[in-house]
């Protein structure tokens, strides 16, 4: 007969978080390579039941849903952010200065944004929507058929709005 591995803080650690996934006893000592008895005596221990573990699993999957529609709506406003600052690309620019020996506040009207103003929009862009799709990947398996076609769609546009053919 084989002598007992001690219980270590991280053996406890992990009943703790596979308990708060749902996870059941047996499948917990399947998972640590316990015997059923060491995990009750872990999760006593730690003040934990597993009587509970079905509303454990429950509050657990509402929880995934609540941040999974929380990224869908985060995702929502970035996309809005990039299409809002993809418009600004050809339209006219506001610039303004504070400066001089009297430290007059000045602005002028500019037909549309600088050549770096323009790169800075589209990397504002590009950010938006890379981010938007991290947090809510496209519906096909690697995702290129739609970024794909959305970063050809935009640099049509911009390319239509220029004259450059």
Do not use: C
């Amino acid at each position: 007969m084989g002598k007992a591995r001690p219980v270590t803080d991280e053996d406890r650690q992990r009943v703790r978080e596979l308990h708060a996934d749902g996870k059941g006893r047996n499948e917990i000592a399947e998972l640590l390579g316990r015997s059923g008895r060491t995990i009750s005596t872990i999760a006593k221990d730690l003040g934990l039941s597993f009587a509970r573990a079905a509303e454990v699993r429950q509050a657990t999957e509402i929880r995934q849903a609540d941040l999974e529609a929380r990224r869908t709506a985060f995702a929502i406003r970035l996309q809005d952010i990039a299409e809002r600052e993809a418009n600004k690309i050809d339209k006219p620019h506001t610039y303004f200065d504070w400066g001089g020996k009297d430290h007059d506040f000045d602005t002028y009207e500019a037909p549309e944004p600088t050549p770096a103003d323009k790169r800075a929009l589209m990397a504002t862009v590009a950010t938006a929507v890379d981010r938007s799709l991290k947090l809510v990947p496209p519906k096909d398996e690697d995702g290129s058929g739609e970024v794909g076609s959305l970063l050809t769609s935009l640099f049509d546009r911009l390319r239509e709005r220029h004259g450059d053919h």
